[in-house]
């Protein structure tokens, strides 16, 4: 019996199957996507830049339309966390000369904001020096941006019809390829991609689904100025991520050397005329950010340099300074690449006021920090070998800076901390810039122009800075600073904060802070007490006050301000255990024991506080509950001996 047979099916194509499946795909996302626009989902390509400026798509300006100006370009709202705000016309206007400064934090204008940058200078000087020109000066430096990216940046900004380039980069090579390494190494085409794909609002829910912000709970911080320090602190890597490598140094600056190149092709392309600028950095009241001995250091050799170096350190603290220069030669003798030990070689130089001697060993040491946040000298050679093969004018802001400081060695008179200049220096390279751009006919001042003018812009300019929310840039900065280990130049800025802003609690702290490392304790105390005063519910300044007072046997008062400052921050273990001290020094164990308990649950293998819990437990009489602590202090740290005689004791009590 024969079988009725099926109609054959009708196969499609596998280039159909795939467009159809890609249709359906796309569809999906199209719809996806209105529908979360709906919702009043934003992409994250408003808010914020995934690829810190890595992907071709991010640009810096973007195009807005205004009612009575018409087209403007504006800084794109997702670069904000690193650029000025800057705006100017689409198309620019007749008799208008357009200046765009490129650069990192200097170009910026850190700590402070472009007003008092060198390019906020150079405009307000253009503006009079040579008012016949619509003189437009763009601030286009980011924070932390080094030579890649500004090379980006320089690409872009070549559509918007520059008339002069200024190019200040050099200091953040190192930061940038550590910060960004993968970044860097991930294919261009991969990176393109991915910058689309995060202008999708889809990848907007994905990411706050995979990644969701912290929530306010997650900082143990009191204080809301320390989101801009934790932004800074956020956006780079640790001193842990540098390590000594000979080989990436070397192709970092070839790196930088070739991108430098392509920024002033690319500048002069896009019909500009360029001027570089040599980048400067303290050197003298400066200590390196981190040192290594050099690898092949025998164990014995490093007993013999850290003799020698400590001796040099006490000998230049007693004044005993000729003893300080044979033992810090000494030291030099055994390892010459610890960056360190030059810094403390031109300390002992200087103060034989030998001063050539010891720029020379300042920049030793600025040469061999294993984490190069200052342009080390091969950086500067190539930002003059650029300018000199290339025919380029030369800004040299090294040797200026050299000329107006003490005996031609930078300090504190002229940067804030390691790059960053002083408002006033700022303004000294703006004067210099404008110097070279005379000499290249790029502007004619007018007759009235003269350092009476000057003296007249500066003090307009001056007038115009906000007092408080330059010193709060002050204390911000002595944050990231005090975060990096370099207490003398953080504990100098909170100092002249504190100064600047008498009735702000936060400033006021950093300064009781910075007395309190010197071992002022008086002085701290006094700085912590005015910072309560200020704002009574400040935990950080409570405790402050607290930690001053029994250090002074003040314990009764240091107990109710640690009790508030517990309130605040109840998970806080500093608080908690010196809290428990000081009960303790009031006989008050009972009291104290909570305290203690409550300090090993905050952090379980802090071995102090099992062993302050156990005398707590002793003097009550449980001592059990004492030996089991004291026991527990041992095993965390075998090193404890307190602890250990502590432990002993109890047993023999308890007849164990």
């Not at 610890?338 to 600025?366: M, N, S, T």
């Not at 200049?421 to 404008?434: F, K, N, S, V, Y």
């Not at 009790?563 to 001290?581: K, V």
Request: aromatic share 8%.
């Amino acid at each position: 019996m024969q079988t009725a047979q099926r109609p054959a099916r009708s196969t499609l194509p596998a280039w159909k199957k795939a467009l159809f499946a890609a249709s359906v795909l796309i569809g999906f996302f199209l719809l996806l996507e209105g529908a979360l626009a709906l919702w009043g989902v934003s992409s994250a390509d408003e808010s914020s830049d995934p690829f810190a400026g890595f992907a071709g798509r991010s640009r810096l300006f973007v195009p807005v339309d205004d009612d009575r100006e018409g087209c403007l370009l504006q800084t794109s709202p997702r670069k904000l966390q690193w650029f000025n705000p800057q705006t100017f016309a689409c198309e620019k206007p007749a008799g208008t000369k357009r200046i765009f400064c490129l650069g990192g934090s200097t170009t910026y204008g850190r700590p402070y904001r472009d007003p008092t940058s060198f390019a906020g200078w150079l405009r307000e000087f253009l503006t009079v020096a040579d008012p016949e020109t619509n003189w437009e000066v763009i601030n286009a430096g980011g924070v932390s941006y080094a030579s890649y990216r500004i090379a980006r940046i320089a690409n872009e900004i070549t559509n918007y019809e520059p008339d002069v380039v200024i190019v200040y980069t050099g200091h953040n090579e190192f930061l940038e390829r550590r910060t960004y390494e993968s970044l860097m190494q991930t294919p261009e085409p991969v990176r393109e991609v991915g910058g689309w794909l995060s202008e999708l609002r889809t990848f907007t829910v994905l990411k706050s689904v995979l990644a969701p912000s912290a929530s306010p709970q997650d900082s143990p911080s009191d204080d809301p100025a320390d989101d801009d320090v934790k932004t800074i602190l956020e956006s780079t890597v640790g001193l842990e991520a540098y390590e000594r490598d000979d080989r990436l140094r070397d192709g970092v600056v070839k790196d930088f050397r070739a991108n430098l190149a392509h920024i002033v092709d690319v500048a002069r392309n896009g019909g500009a005329q360029v001027l570089v600028v040599t980048p400067a950095c303290q050197l003298r009241d400066c200590r390196p950010f981190k040192s290594e001995h050099r690898a092949d250091l025998t164990a014995d050799q490093q007993d013999e340099f850290e003799a020698a170096y400590e001796g040099a350190e006490a000998s230049l603290e007693t004044g005993d300074v000729e003893a300080a220069l044979s033992q810090i030669q000494t030291a030099l003798e055994i390892d010459d690449r610890y960056a360190l030990a030059h810094y403390l070689h031109g300390r002992v130089l200087w103060q034989l006021e030998r001063p050539q001697e010891a720029k020379e060993a300042f920049i030793r040491a600025r040469d061999e920090d294993v984490c190069p946040l200052r342009a080390i000298s091969p950086i500067v050679d190539a930002v003059e070998d650029v300018a000199f093969k290339r025919d380029v004018p030369l800004v040299d802001f090294v040797r200026l800076t050299a000329s107006l400081s003490e005996q031609g060695v930078p300090g504190a008179n002229l940067f804030l901390d390691h790059v960053h200049p002083t408002i006033e220096g700022h303004r000294d390279l703006a004067l210099a810039l404008l110097v070279r751009m005379k000499e290249m006919e790029l502007y004619r001042p007018g007759p009235d122009w003269n350092e009476e003018i000057i003296a007249r812009v500066t003090d307009r300019v001056k007038s115009t800075i906000d007092p408080a929310e330059h010193a709060q840039a002050l204390v911000n900065l002595s944050k990231v600073l005090s975060w990096a280990g370099k207490y003398e130049e953080a504990d100098r800025l909170a100092l002249r904060a504190g100064e600047m802003l008498s009735t702000d609690a936060d400033a006021l702290y950093q300064a009781g802070s910075a007395l309190y490392r010197q071992g002022n304790i008086a002085g701290a105390m006094e700085q912590y007490r005015k910072a309560v005063e200020a704002d009574p519910q400040s935990a950080r300044a409570q405790f402050g006050l607290g930690l001053t007072l029994a250090e002074s046997g003040r314990h009764e008062e240091a107990v109710e301000h640690y009790r508030i400052a517990a309130a605040r921050l109840p998970g806080q273990l500093e608080i908690r255990f010196n809290l428990g001290n000081s009960l303790m020094e009031l006989r008050k164990p009972g009291a104290a024991s909570r305290q203690y308990e409550a300090a090993t649950l905050i952090q379980p293998d802090f071995a102090p506080a099992y062993n302050s819990l156990g005398i707590a437990l002793a003097q009550l009489g449980d001592l059990r509950g004492a030996a089991r602590n004291f026991r527990k202090a041992v095993e965390l740290d075998p090193s404890n001996e307190d602890a250990r005689s502590n432990l002993k004791r109890a047993l023999n009590e308890l007849g164990e």
